[in-house]
């Protein structure tokens, strides 16, 4: 009998592509089209500016900190809401701003907010939802980013061509919770036991494990966090992606601020 080609996990694969979309499509991709209109409208340089994208990032990695130990306390159904009531309703409050403080404290909450609803908690969605076909199924995840800034960008712009700044980041910030916050309630399921079912490909594991004897299950090996922290393949691991996020996102956060004024 043929297994079903369409199942759960891949309802799971389609939240993860929506909530990249809804949060690193909007909050990041479509963040240089309003650094020019702040500048424009409020007097600010582009170095001042640009900082808001500098608090979230750095804000999104030390929220990938916390997200992970939450997550073993709490249930993803019940952290992922509360972020992404934190990241939309941040970037909704940039429409009512004035001043650079408060630019920045809410950028400090889109990037905490941000942590919680994308990278890592997709990530860990994945790995426990696929031993077959992970990559495939993390791709297209982690690909709903780029298919949320191709499609927000474009409606961002139209927005802010007909009505302003401000009201694009009301009608944004809305749109995100419109999405993070429903997907996180009622499709998002942490383990595939929660839907009885098991990690895509586990069953056909089973079926070819020999039934006469069983060999004992080998016993997970690893290492803890502290004894990591301190290992030199750590730190290298740690240079090496921040070089290569300054190279990437530093050129992609950055550049297009000064092309445009």
Same mark, same amino acid.
């Given at each position: 009998?043929?297994?079903?080609?369409?199942?759960?996990?891949?309802?799971?694969?389609?939240?993860?592509?929506?909530?990249?979309?809804?949060?690193?499509?909007?909050?990041?991709?479509?963040?240089?089209?309003?650094?020019?209109?702040?500048?424009?409208?409020?007097?600010?340089?582009?170095?001042? +500016?640009?900082?808001?994208?500098?608090?979230?990032?750095?804000?999104?990695?030390?929220?990938?900190?916390?997200?992970?130990?939450?997550?073993?306390?709490?249930?993803?159904?019940?952290?992922?809401?509360?972020?992404?009531?934190?990241?939309?309703?941040?970037?909704?409050?940039?429409?009512?701003?004035?001043?650079?403080?408060?630019?920045?404290?809410?950028?400090?909450?889109?990037?905490?907010?941000?942590?919680?609803?994308?990278?890592?908690?997709?990530?860990?969605?994945?790995?426990?939802?696929?031993?077959?076909?992970?990559?495939?199924?993390?791709?297209?995840?982690?690909?709903?980013?780029?298919?949320?800034?191709? +499609?927000?960008?474009?409606?961002?712009?139209?927005?802010?061509?007909?009505?302003?700044?401000?009201?694009?980041?009301?009608?944004?910030?809305?749109?995100?919770?419109?999405?993070?916050?429903? +997907?996180?309630?009622?499709?998002?399921?942490?383990?595939?036991?929660?839907?009885?079912?098991?990690?895509?490909?586990?069953?056909?594991?089973?079926?070819?494990?020999?039934?006469?004897?069983?060999?004992?299950?080998? +016993?997970?090996?690893?290492?803890?966090?502290?004894?990591?922290?301190?290992?030199?393949?750590?730190?290298?691991?740690?240079?090496?992606?921040?070089?290569?996020?300054?190279?990437?996102?530093?050129?992609?956060?950055?550049?297009?601020?000064?092309?445009?004024?």
């Amino acid at each position: 009998m043929q297994s079903k080609k369409f199942t759960y996990h891949w309802v799971i694969v389609i939240a993860c592509f929506l909530l990249m979309a809804s949060s690193i499509g909007i909050t990041t991709n479509c963040f240089n089209l309003f650094t020019v209109e702040i500048m424009n409208d409020l007097g600010y340089t582009a170095s001042q +500016v640009q900082l808001m994208a500098s608090i979230a990032t750095i804000m999104m990695l030390v929220g990938s900190l916390i997200i992970g130990p939450l997550m073993k306390k709490f249930s993803m159904r019940v952290i992922m809401p509360i972020f992404g009531v934190i990241i939309s309703l941040s970037f909704f409050l940039y429409s009512r701003c004035n001043s650079l403080t408060t630019l920045y404290i809410l950028s400090f909450f889109v990037g905490l907010g941000r942590s919680g609803v994308s990278v890592i908690p997709c990530g860990v969605l994945m790995n426990n939802w696929f031993q077959e076909k992970r990559g495939l199924a993390t791709g297209i995840a982690l690909a709903g980013s780029t298919g949320g800034g191709f +499609v927000f960008v474009r409606i961002a712009k139209v927005i802010i061509a007909s009505v302003g700044w401000r009201s694009a980041y009301m009608i944004l910030g809305a749109t995100a919770a419109i999405i993070i916050i429903p +997907v996180s309630l009622f499709l998002i399921r942490e383990n595939p036991s929660d839907k009885g079912l098991l990690p895509l490909g586990a069953d056909s594991a089973l079926q070819a494990a020999p039934t006469a004897k069983e060999e004992p299950k080998p +016993v997970a090996t690893g290492i803890s966090r502290n004894k990591f922290l301190k290992t030199p393949a750590f730190w290298m691991l740690g240079i090496l992606f921040f070089m290569i996020s300054v190279v990437n996102m530093g050129v992609q956060s950055n550049i297009s601020i000064y092309l445009s004024s």
